[in-house]
């Protein structure tokens, strides 16, 4: 069992950054690939970021390459979306995801974060 929490959401112009955080429980973190997803208002969710278990590899979505950056600490049980020149069409909730490999699809993704909340203004 995994159990996720979000932070570092919030309210930010256009053009200026947010650093989410994702702290989990458990001594098995290292095993588990993670994964930031977003839902705006009446969309469905989608794939922003992934982080293999060991770091090494990351994956992101189009709309977010070049501006966004995933990490994680593995002695921290914690990884980091560092988001850079934030636009308006970035507004949504975003979740933090673990699963037993790095993939784009939600169903992979078996213990969820409760979300946090990122809104761009123009």
């Known amino acids: 069992q995994v159990q996720l929490v979000e932070s570092g959401g919030g309210l930010v112009q256009a053009g200026g950054s947010l650093t989410l955080s994702c702290a989990a429980s458990g001594r098995t973190f290292i095993q588990y690939a993670m994964g930031w997803f977003r839902q705006a208002p009446g969309k469905e969710r989608e794939f922003v970021a992934a982080i293999s278990g060991s770091g090494g590899n990351t994956y992101y979505a189009d709309s977010v390459k070049g501006r966004f950056t995933l990490s994680r600490d593995n002695a921290k049980n914690t990884v980091y979306l560092q988001m850079n020149s934030l636009k308006p069409e970035d507004t949504a909730v975003y979740y933090c995801?673990?699963?037993?490999?790095?993939?784009?699809?939600?169903?992979?993704?078996?213990?969820w974060g409760q979300g946090t909340q990122v809104t761009v203004s123009s």
């Open positions: 995801a673990a699963a037993p490999r790095v993939a784009p699809m939600n169903s992979v993704y078996a213990y």
